[in-house]
């Protein structure tokens, strides 16, 4: 066993863990934090995504001790609480989901996105995405999802109430 | 799945990863980004004792600037490789390859020394390091030691990195003539079925020479050295068409569920075509 320790959403957590226990699934059995779903486990999918020290990663592909000392944001650490972050609030005004598996990572994968690219273009939505796969399909309200998002975030401080 | 057991040690210099495979043993497995391995380890494919995490080593992170070439340490991310400065500037064809890798969430942690030591024929960066005449630095229990990019790739996923040895990192010569990469996949995120990496000296419109080399056309990234020479004096689209029309020439390609070879070979044509008129502005 190893010993991490690891800052989630903000607080730090301590633990022992194999050394083959992937990310994702500490942060659902350990920790408790199952917004972040296991998708397809073969690194394809991008439902698992989350922060990892600001960048976005599949958690499916990252091993637990790998993230010892490191700061991971998942889907329930994007909300302050009280208001849902821009892309939240973006997904659910351009309903950028259908069965809404996808979801926690598309979103994860859009705040990345965003973080690097404040204005991007339709192209580079869908480029910057590519990682993230929608089995609904429903992938035009998702780019207009991400696209709204921009516009919210440019326009300032102000939120969707939660 | 969830991998078998292993034992993992964390090293933040060479000398503690040469030692930590030494005493490993043949089963001992370096892992940086594990963007390859984390996916062998889930379905099993492979079993090892012990995993030596390079990720945190400090000479192997970073670009630096060596005057005549730029070397780039193996541990640094995909990300880091295609965003820096010098990459851009003296060794674009890198950027250009390494930016079509999977998918943004790989490349923020899978590293291109990683994908260079994995040597998967499919993919996108050895036939960039190939076009660019990179050196690799390799280090081991008796030392350090370069290998050219000519005799660093062996055979399928088998490069001149030993068992017991690492790669620390790969120097590329400054080059700042035309460059592209150009990758033929079906789907996002998809391997390449075949991808060209072309680097073209032009002056005053003429093509005075080319390096180009391929993906997925063999066991390993091969040049086509048949079309590097038959380019030499093409002014024309109608010339680097002619000459990529011996793209295929002397490769080994292999049939699969993507593609059959000898349609591997129509696409490595009509790629070599677009990827030099690309690099070249013709």
Known sequence: MAHITVTVDGTSYNGEVEPRKLLVHWLREDIGRVGTVVGCDTSNCGACTVLLNGRSVKSCSVLAVQADGCEVTTIQGLSDGNEWHPVQ????????????YCTPGMVMAAVDLLSENPTPSEREIREGLEGNLCRCT????????VSYAADLMSAGPTKGAK | MIPVEFEYVKVTTIDQAIAALKSGGEDAKIISGGQSLLPV???RMAEPSVLVDCGGIDEMLGVRDDGGSITIGAATTHHGVMNNP?????????????????DP???????????????????DVPAAALALNASFVIAGPSGRRTVDAKDFFLDYFTTAVGPDEILVSFSIPKCDWGSHYSKFSRT??????VGVAAVVNVKGGVIKEARIGL???????VRASTVEAALVGASSAADITAAAMHAADGTRATSDLHAKADYREHLARVITARAVRAAAGI
């Open chain 2, 86 to 102: 010098l990459v851009q500037k003296h060794a674009l064809l890198l950027a250009q390859a390494t930016a079509t890798v999977a």
């Open chain 2, 105 to 123: 969430a790989i490349r923020h942690r899978g590293t291109t020394g990683g994908a260079l030591a994995h040597a998967d024929p499919a993919g």
């Open chain 1, 89 to 100: 609030t973006a997904f659910k005004e351009c309903h950028g989901l259908q069965c809404g």
């Open chain 2, 215 to 221: 993906t997925n056309m063999a066991p390993t990234a």
């Open chain 1, 138 to 145: 429903g992938y035009h309200n998702i780019v207009k999802s």
């Open chain 2, 188 to 193: 996002a995120q998809a391997w390449a079925i």
């Open chain 2, 41 to 43: 380890l889930r379905l």
